[in-house]
Each structure stands twice: as C-alpha cells, then as structure tokens.
C-alpha cells in the first residue's frame, strides 16, 4: 500500500470521515454519505487523477464513480463483490476490511439504491446517468 494510501486509511479512521482523497501533502475529505461527495467532484470538473482514497462504504456505483474519477488506488472498510471486480477490471489497486455480496441500503432491509441502479451496467459512463436518474427518482 502506497504511503498516500495508507494517510488516507489514517485520516479516514481517526477523523470520522466518510472519505478522504490525499495528493502529495493535501488532502481533501467529506462526512456527507453515499455517492454525494464523488458527484460534486465529478460537477466540479475535477478528477481525482493522481489521489489516493479511503472511502468507508464502497458498492459498485461509487466504484464506477472513482473508475470515471481515475482515482489512483483506493482503500475501503467494507466494499461490496461487483465494486472489487469493477476496479479490478479497471486496473485500480483496491484495499479494504471487509468484502461483503452487496451494500445494503440504510435501513438495512434490501440492497443499496445505488448498488441496485448500476446492476448489469459495465460502463462507468451509463452508471453515472443511471445514479443520476435513480437520485431523481428518490428525491422526488
């Protein structure tokens, strides 16, 4: 694990953070959950090309989001089966604690809305439209 990786891993665990994107001495972090923070990178513009990240919860729609974001390796507590085999296919070095079949949604009484929206999609452009439309969908 690249030492940006493991003071990612650091501050994510120390500070309660939800992620944590670190390049050269800078960092960058968020507390807001879900996809939230991966989708203000994406409007802003920004890649996160040359970032390291520790991410809590990692299910395949944040994994097609950091794939877009060309994230250089990234690190979760808990990531879900299709988010390790989408990282992997993209040649992203991924580390975490815990793999888990599916990310379950708040509630925990079924799958994740956003694990759910990008089921089948291998594209990470289409899972950013279909985010984009399972978002609209729950806030209405």
Do not use: Q
């Amino acid at each position: 694990m690249n030492s940006k990786l493991i003071k990612a891993v650091e501050l994510l665990k120390e500070r309660d953070y939800t992620c944590v994107w670190v390049k050269g001495d800078n960092f960058t972090s968020s507390r807001e959950r879900g996809v939230k923070p991966l989708l203000k990178r994406i409007d802003g513009g920004g890649s996160l090309n040359g970032y390291y990240a520790a991410d809590k919860v990692v299910g395949n729609g944040a994994a097609m989001l950091y794939v877009l974001l060309e994230v250089s390796e990234l690190y979760a507590l808990v990531i879900s089966e299709s988010a390790l085999a989408t990282l992997k296919n993209h040649n992203i070095p991924v580390y975490y604690d815990l793999c888990v079949t599916n990310i379950r949604n708040r509630t925990n009484t079924g799958i994740c809305p956003m694990e759910e929206a990008v089921e089948g999609i291998s594209s990470p452009e289409k899972a950013l439209e279909a985010i984009r439309n399972k978002l609209k969908t729950l806030n209405k």
